[in-house]
């Protein structure tokens, strides 16, 4: 049992890595919200003085706003639907006995260890260009007219190019807890003559709920500050740019960082606001 001596001297050896943790978010979320309320232009005057919630009426104003929050929401909620029903599907398949299991399982979650700057210059390259890419020559091969993606179908491409960088990781959670399940239910429920779609849906999906919620909120934390994949491929053209690339845009190609600290703020509710409605529709199942 804990005495009053060892607690205290626990909260004094975690004293020092708390407050590291404090001072590694407070102090850029102090920065930011001091710049928000200036008018600061590095390479235009430098501080220009206070001018109150003037940034934070002009960024929510700007007709950029707007349609980068729904480019924003649209990649994340399509990449959440492809890699929640992928991972499902893999992480069955994956718990299936199977010849070089362990090479196969390897091979799938690599693509979640290569960096995202990486991954979207394969896609890109490789995979997207309209005349050389692997896909320009399968369309060929069909008879069909190879398609610019990055241009005809940017925000597709996007989510195709971030939901392979994430599928490894919701495969991997998912795997974890089809493998925890009681094979003795699915034994007899086989035995009592259940179809599969009804053994899927009423034991493997309730039995994952809890893992889909975690793949849920940990992979939106991680997309609504989603950029290097856009700076990389498109730009932040062809309705592409989220509200992390237009903070940016503010930020370094127009050097004003009140403008953007402003816009960083927005994008700390926004974050918030979706954690919040995450975790009261799906969060529940975390107690279930």
Not at 237 to 263: D, K, M, P, W
């Amino acid at each position: 049992m804990a005495t009053q001596h060892s607690r205290s001297v626990a909260r004094l050896m975690m004293a020092p890595a708390v407050v590291l943790l404090l001072g590694w978010m407070l102090v850029p979320l102090t920065m930011t919200l001091y710049f928000s309320f200036k008018k600061y232009l590095p390479l235009r005057g430098g501080d220009l003085g206070w001018v109150g919630f003037d940034n934070y009426v002009r960024f929510v104003s700007s007709s950029s706003f707007w349609p980068a929050v729904q480019a924003t929401l649209m990649i994340v909620g399509g990449v959440l639907v492809i890699t929640v029903m992928l991972g499902i599907l893999l992480a069955m398949l994956l718990d299936q006995p199977m010849w070089g299991q362990g090479v196969v399982r390897i091979l799938v979650i690599a693509p979640f260890f290569v960096m995202p700057t990486v991954s979207a210059l394969v896609w890109k390259n490789m995979f997207m260009d309209p005349v050389n890419g692997l896909l320009a020559h399968l369309w060929r091969f069909f008879g069909a007219e190879p398609i610019s993606w990055l241009s005809e179908a940017s925000m597709t491409s996007i989510i195709m190019i971030v939901s392979w960088q994430w599928l490894p990781f919701a495969t991997l959670i998912l795997l974890t807890a089809i493998q925890s399940l009681d094979s003795e239910q699915l034994e007899a429920a086989e035995m009592d003559g259940a179809p599969v779609l009804k053994r899927f849906y009423h034991i493997i999906l309730p039995h994952l709920s809890r893992a889909i919620t975690i793949v849920i909120l940990i992979q939106t934390i991680f997309l609504l500050s989603i950029f290097a994949e856009i700076f990389v491929t498109t730009g932040g053209a062809f309705g592409t740019r989220t509200l992390t690339y237009l903070i940016f845009q503010r930020v370094l190609e127009s050097q004003n960082v009140g403008l953007g600290s402003a816009g960083g703020v927005y994008a700390i509710i926004l974050a918030n606001i979706v954690a919040i409605f995450l975790m009261r529709i799906v969060g529940k199942n975390l107690d279930a």
